[in-house]
């Protein structure tokens, strides 16, 4: 079958090729797929993938598997967005679930805690690069830069949850939209995505509406109750059957409940689950939130696959009556299905009525709030990854109502100091990629590891 001139098989070769390419956060991964999907193979033109972006930007989740999601669905139909969505994840799904099988078997074995010991320098640096690079894009006047302030305080300093940020940031930003406050005037999201302009009129979809993408109620509320009964019903069914405080139950609830306000992608909502993933649950420790991320950077796939290593440790240590092992694995896919279904249902719900949602300047100034927002957000991550990577002593300090760790200077980490700055300079100051300076670091971890253990 083809549909716009594009065999079905076609298609599923060329989303293979951008799942298998998909490293380096939501900036790269777009920029590949806008590479190969528009530049290259032209089903779309330049207008029509902004227009998708700009949505997918407005929704929880992650951005760059909703975008590969809709224009699967512009292609090809409902099945052209699960191929695309599922492939986009699949790659990841994989790679995460083998390290993790690796961590939890080997995790005392010299080389591989030298190679987390690495990439957790790497990531900590990378993660300070994001806070810098979106904050660039984000905070265009003083108004931005106060909500970013006001948010980094109310999470590090006070512990306000990340929902209740998003939702009060979102509901400013929607006030300035609607009452035309220059200051919540939206702007670009990803800068240019590439030097060349395909006109929609130029493209295989070609500049017309097709028929299934035009608003169709009956169908969006059929295909609704289709994936929330997919989402939703084996969350039911583990809470009632197992009861709330099963390990299960839990992670359904959580995962399920983060799939709705993660906004500001993948960094953002990580300090939510660190914080209660780490503080709330205890389903894992701080180092191991930072090894989850060192998968997920040097892995292909959308970064909050983090969270399919984090249910993963969380089953491994409540397995109940089940084996380690087949518990663990069950946590982590549990995890992930309840994170990724959503994003089919905000796709194949609301895409058909995009240009309404994109033309509505209160929703687009909610959007810019938030993601002020997600910039403070990002920095409390960067502050909360470094003091445990760095330092061995936090002491607890309570002032004026806050409550935060002040690192212990006598219990630096001089050897991940060290590997922290080298990451640094070789970010910043050379301009290397996160890739090779993943790689560079894990090889440093393996080969201090392996020093200290002659």
């Given at each position: 079958?083809?549909?716009?001139?594009?065999?079905?098989?076609?298609?599923?070769k060329?989303?293979?090729?951008?799942?298998?390419?998909?490293?380096g956060?939501?900036?790269?991964?777009?920029?590949?797929?806008?590479?190969?999907?528009?530049?290259?193979?032209?089903?779309?033109?330049?207008?029509?993938?902004?227009?998708?972006?700009?949505y997918c930007?407005?929704?929880?989740?992650?951005?760059?598997?909703?975008l590969?999601?809709?224009?699967?669905?512009?292609?090809?139909?409902?099945r052209?967005?699960?191929?695309?969505?599922?492939?986009?994840v699949?790659?990841?799904?994989?790679a995460?679930?083998?390290?993790?099988?690796?961590?939890?078997?080997?995790?005392q074995?010299?080389?591989?805690?030298?190679?987390?010991?690495?990439?957790?320098?790497?990531?900590?640096?990378i993660?300070i690069?994001?806070?810098?690079?979106?904050?660039?894009?984000?905070?265009?006047?003083?108004?931005?830069?106060?909500?970013?302030?006001?948010?980094?305080?109310?999470?590090?300093?006070?512990?306000?949850?990340f929902?209740?940020?998003?939702?009060?940031?979102?509901?400013?930003?929607?006030?300035?939209?609607?009452?035309g406050?220059?200051?919540?005037?939206?702007?670009?999201?990803?800068?240019?995505?590439?030097?060349?302009?395909?006109?929609?009129a130029?493209?295989?979809?070609?500049?017309?509406?097709?028929?299934?993408?035009?608003?169709?109620?009956?169908?969006?509320?059929?295909?609704?109750?289709?994936?929330?009964?997919?989402?939703?019903?084996?969350?039911?069914?583990?809470?009632?059957g197992?009861?709330?405080?099963n390990?299960f139950?839990q992670?359904?609830?959580?995962?399920?409940?983060?799939?709705?306000?993660?906004f500001?992608?993948?960094?953002?909502?990580?300090?939510?689950?660190?914080?209660?993933?780490?503080?709330?649950y205890?389903?894992?420790?701080?180092?191991?939130?930072?090894?989850?991320l060192?998968?997920?950077?040097?892995?292909?796939?959308?970064?909050?696959?983090?969270?399919?290593?984090?249910?993963?440790?969380?089953?491994?240590?409540?397995?109940?009556?089940?084996?380690?092992?087949?518990?663990?694995?069950?946590?982590?896919?549990?995890?992930?299905?309840?994170?990724?279904?959503?994003?089919f249902?905000?796709?194949?719900?609301?895409?058909?009525f995009?240009?309404?949602?994109?033309?509505?300047?209160a929703?687009?100034a909610?959007?810019?709030?938030?993601?002020?927002?997600?910039?403070?957000?990002?920095?409390?991550?960067?502050?909360?990854?470094?003091?445990?990577?760095?330092?061995?002593?936090?002491?607890?300090?309570?002032?004026?109502?806050?409550?935060?760790?002040?690192?212990?200077?006598?219990?630096?980490n001089?050897?991940?100091?060290?590997?922290?700055?080298?990451?640094?300079?070789?970010?910043?100051?050379f301009?290397?990629?996160?890739?090779?300076?993943?790689?560079?670091?894990?090889?440093?971890g393996?080969?201090?590891?392996?020093?200290?253990?002659?």
């Amino acid at each position: 079958m083809k549909d716009h001139g594009v065999p079905f098989s076609e298609a599923m070769k060329v989303w293979a090729r951008v799942a298998a390419l998909s490293f380096g956060g939501p900036a790269g991964q777009i920029a590949v797929m806008h590479r190969i999907v528009v530049e290259e193979k032209k089903w779309i033109g330049e207008q029509r993938f902004l227009q998708a972006l700009n949505y997918c930007t407005l929704l929880p989740g992650p951005e760059a598997q909703q975008l590969a999601t809709y224009i699967g669905w512009l292609m090809h139909r409902t099945r052209g967005g699960l191929l695309a969505g599922t492939l986009f994840v699949l790659p990841g799904l994989l790679a995460i679930m083998a390290l993790s099988w690796v961590y939890v078997l080997l995790g005392q074995v010299t080389l591989v805690q030298g190679l987390f010991f690495g990439l957790k320098a790497a990531v900590l640096v990378i993660v300070i690069e994001t806070v810098l690079r979106v904050g660039k894009r984000a905070l265009r006047n003083n108004v931005m830069r106060g909500i970013a302030a006001a948010a980094f305080v109310a999470i590090f300093f006070y512990h306000v949850p990340f929902p209740l940020i998003i939702v009060a940031t979102g509901a400013l930003g929607w006030l300035g939209g609607r009452l035309g406050w220059a200051a919540f005037r939206s702007g670009g999201g990803h800068g240019t995505l590439g030097a060349k302009q395909l006109a929609d009129a130029d493209s295989l979809l070609g500049e017309e509406t097709p028929a299934h993408a035009r608003p169709n109620l009956r169908w969006s509320l059929s295909i609704t109750a289709v994936f929330l009964a997919l989402w939703l019903v084996p969350v039911a069914i583990l809470y009632v059957g197992l009861g709330g405080g099963n390990v299960f139950a839990q992670i359904a609830v959580f995962f399920s409940k983060m799939a709705v306000v993660t906004f500001g992608g993948a960094y953002a909502v990580l300090a939510y689950v660190a914080q209660q993933a780490v503080e709330n649950y205890q389903w894992v420790k701080a180092g191991e939130m930072l090894d989850g991320l060192g998968m997920a950077e040097s892995t292909p796939g959308p970064l909050i696959m983090v969270t399919q290593f984090v249910g993963f440790l969380a089953a491994w240590r409540e397995p109940g009556a089940l084996p380690p092992l087949l518990a663990a694995t069950l946590g982590g896919l549990l995890t992930t299905w309840v994170t990724f279904v959503p994003c089919f249902l905000w796709i194949f719900f609301g895409a058909p009525f995009v240009e309404a949602l994109r033309s509505n300047k209160a929703l687009a100034a909610a959007l810019a709030a938030i993601t002020a927002a997600v910039v403070g957000v990002i920095l409390n991550l960067a502050m909360w990854f470094g003091l445990q990577v760095l330092f061995s002593d936090l002491e607890p300090v309570a002032f004026l109502g806050a409550a935060f760790d002040l690192p212990v200077l006598g219990s630096a980490n001089l050897p991940a100091l060290a590997l922290a700055a080298a990451c640094a300079v070789a970010i910043f100051r050379f301009k290397f990629g996160m890739i090779p300076v993943l790689l560079a670091s894990a090889l440093a971890g393996i080969v201090y590891a392996l020093f200290l253990s002659a």
